[in-house]
């Protein structure tokens, strides 16, 4: 049914119980939360049993049906495979019905020489073990069979096969054991902060499914407006006027507008969060960067959000940052166009749900439709680039609250005071 499908609606049974059936024949049709599927016959049989009505929602891998399935002109009661939903597309393409088994249990191939039970898939998920990893343990049941004592063997091992390379004879492509010459130079040990950030890097990537969304975001009116505004601002509160807290602000905004994008994932529930906390990825004089936090960046004005940011890089590029400076955000910021990027793809700051990047604000020949037509213009422009955990936003979420952002810095008031 797909890969971040946990249940599915029965639409309609096509065949009754009692009804024979033809391999190809639809035997029922399924909703998702994505799309209908009808659900074929992969052998021909007969309906034993139906375990689930038209309009019951069942969760994947639940058997609905029990078939007899004919082979070599008699009929067999196993369980089939199309009479069961599983949560991975990829590897219920590829099924084996056994018709000698006197268990009620199911397997299903994941390669040519693996099988796994549903008990196996069972501790393999909850101990978050993908199907490759899988094929690499050895089996020790009939014909290289994974039982349940083999992965817990292997679980107390601690995972030895985890990040190998398969040494099974090779069947279409494989990745190849290359071997790099890494070359002779300066050793630079990791400091445990960049020790750190490679850990948290690293398991953000194993943990959130990334996907980045990009627009662009003319910022000519913002641009013009910092311009003529920056020294009146710092003489006024003698605070610099940087464009990052008019980043904040307009992030603030959208987020207020679109709220999901402000959760985090807690095993089976989404926790919305109550403050807008705004991390901002600052880097420190040792080259490693930080996270420093804008709290309740909602509530503050432009004065305030400027003495915040000019308050926390000033403690970063001092090493002068507590605790409590770099904890509790909600939602991250990464301006990598002060390096002078074009744009980037963020790794999200765990446990957020995303992360937004902007480039550096350049200057480009544009088309702007004016009333009288067409004109060429030169304007500031910008992209803009937000990667989510798309266990919990969607695209048009993501797209929709990305795009509000570049509204607001489009729509800048020119006329504004502070």
């Not at 009808?38 to 639940?62: L, R």
């Not at 930080?290 to 503050?300: E, F, G, L, S, T």
């Not at 990667?387 to 570049?406: E, K």
Request: hydrophobic fraction near 35%; glycine fraction near 8%.
């Amino acid at each position: 049914m797909g890969e971040s499908i946990t249940e599915g609606t029965i639409i309609e049974w096509h065949v009754n119980v009692g009804d024979s059936f033809e391999e190809g024949d639809v035997l029922l049709e399924v909703a998702t939360d994505k799309v209908d599927n009808e659900v074929p016959a992969t052998a021909s049989g007969k309906m034993v049993e139906h375990k689930f009505s038209n309009g019951d929602v069942v969760p994947i891998g639940a058997v609905i049906a029990i078939l007899e399935i004919s082979e070599g002109g008699g009929t067999e009661k196993a369980p089939s495979k199309t009479s069961e939903m599983k949560g991975k597309s990829k590897v219920s393409t590829s099924t084996s019905i056994s018709s000698s088994s006197s268990s009620s249990s199911k397997s299903f191939k994941v390669n040519e020489n693996v099988f796994i039970s549903p008990l196996v898939d069972s501790i393999a998920r909850k101990n978050h073990i993908s199907y490759e990893e899988l094929a690499r343990i050895p089996g020790t049941g009939k014909d290289g069979r994974l039982r349940k004592s083999d992965v817990s063997e292997y679980l107390e091992s601690g995972r030895p096969f985890q990040f190998a390379q398969s040494v099974s004879e090779p069947s279409g492509f494989q990745i190849p054991d290359l071997k790099f010459d890494k070359g002779k130079g300066k050793i630079v040990e990791m400091d445990r902060m960049r020790q750190m950030i490679a850990d948290h890097m690293v398991f953000s990537k194993h943990t959130s499914p990334h996907v980045t969304a990009y627009v662009e975001a003319d910022l000519t009116e913002m641009v013009d407006w910092r311009n003529k505004n920056k020294e009146t601002f710092q003489k006024k509160y003698n605070e610099k006027l940087t464009f990052t807290p008019l980043f904040i602000e307009c992030v603030a905004k959208a987020i207020k507008d679109f709220p999901m994008i402000n959760s985090t994932l807690d095993g089976r529930n989404i926790i919305v969060k109550d403050e807008i906390n705004i991390g901002m990825a600052t880097a420190l004089p040792s080259g490693n960067l930080i996270v420093p936090v804008v709290r309740n960046a909602d509530k503050k004005d432009l004065k305030e959000l400027a003495q915040a940011t000019n308050e926390l890089v000033g403690k970063s590029r001092d090493n002068k940052l507590k605790g409590d400076d770099t904890k509790g955000s909600t939602f991250t910021i990464s301006n990598v166009g002060t390096f002078g990027s074009l744009m980037g793809t963020p790794i999200i700051n765990q446990p957020e749900a995303a992360i937004l990047a902007t480039g550096i604000i350049k200057k480009r020949a544009e088309v702007m439709e004016r009333k009288d037509g067409d004109t060429i213009e030169i304007r500031q422009m910008m992209y803009l680039s937000l990667s989510f955990d798309h266990r919990i936003v969607d695209g048009y979420l993501a797209g929709s609250f990305l795009r509000r952002i570049a509204d607001y810095m489009e729509k800048f008031d020119l006329n504004r005071t502070f």
